[in-house]
């Protein structure tokens, strides 16, 4: 079983910064966490990809967040954060984490975290 558990949403001012952070567990070992992504949702609107980052530590970010927001993993791996810096309020979203987990090498599935709201004040 895979759970992923995202944190650090928050209420902040614009211009300011919050760090998330998605820490995946599973039961047993032979599990392992390639690309994870941070997807968010603003009411009324699709979902989007955020910043993605895989085992290797390449990366890419949406255009609207480039040079504010950066991707990183835990030296575990398990564990994946967003740097958000020069907020905006049109940032303002429920973040999600997401994973492609494999077994053992082989694909196992694609998870989602519950998310975590991040407001942006004017």
């Known amino acids: 079983q895979v759970q992923l558990v995202e944190s650090g949403g928050d209420l902040v001012q614009a211009g300011g910064s919050l760090r998330l952070s998605c820490v995946v567990s599973?039961?047993?070992?032979?599990?392992?966490?390639?690309?994870m992504t941070w997807y968010r949702q603003a009411p009324g609107k699709q979902r989007e990809l955020v910043a993605g980052?895989?085992?290797?530590?390449?990366?890419n970010y949406a255009e609207s967040v480039k040079g504010r927001f950066t991707i990183s993993r835990g030296n575990a791996k398990n564990t994946v954060y967003l740097q958000m810096n020069s907020l905006k309020p049109e940032d303002t979203a429920v973040y999600y984490c997401?994973?492609?987990?494999?077994?053992?090498?082989?694909?196992?599935?694609?998870?989602w975290g519950q998310g975590t709201q991040v407001t942006v004040s004017s």
């Open positions: 997401n994973a492609d987990v494999t077994y053992y090498d082989t694909s196992y599935g694609n998870y």
């Open positions: 980052i895989t085992s290797s530590d390449d990366s």
């Open positions: 599973s039961s047993g070992s032979g599990f392992s966490f390639k690309t």
